[in-house]
């Protein structure tokens, strides 16, 4: 079994539209090739804003995980290989923010490619 790591991650601006509606996050997103699985490692995330963020991980459109994110603080949660993400799944990350706050997010998702 061959595995070879890949990540989704950056600095990434928004502008809040309420937290129950999130924007995607600009070229934050990654599909898993036609001929391998992935695996979900980690969620890092920061928060630059003075407001609450949610930053969620869709899978093919549909959420899968969600990271809160406090106000100017950051969180680090370990995803131990939790579920296998199929060939050809396409995993993308969203935030969510009250309406008017503005800011960025910082984002490292840590994901191993396995064939």
């Given amino acids: 079994m061959t595995e070879s ?3 989704i991650q950056g ?3 928004f502008e809040g539209t309420g937290l129950d509606r999130p924007v995607p996050l600009a ?3 990654y599909t898993v090739p036609a001929d391998k699985r992935a695996q979900l490692v980690y ?3 920061g928060n630059a804003c003075d407001e609450l963020v949610v930053v969620t991980l869709t899978r093919d459109g549909k959420p899968m995980r969600l990271f809160p994110i406090g ?4 969180v680090h ?6 579920e296998d993400v199929f060939p050809e799944s396409k995993l993308a990350l969203l935030v969510a923010a009250p309406k008017g706050a503005a800011g960025a997010v910082v984002v490292d998702v840590g994901i191993i490619q396995v064939e």
């Fill in 5 to 7: 790591p890949h990540f």
């Fill in 11 to 13: 600095v990434f601006s």
């Fill in 27 to 29: 070229a934050a997103a």
């Fill in 43 to 45: 969620f890092r995330g």
């Fill in 71 to 74: 106000a100017k603080s950051s």
């Fill in 77 to 82: 949660v370990p995803l131990a290989v939790v």
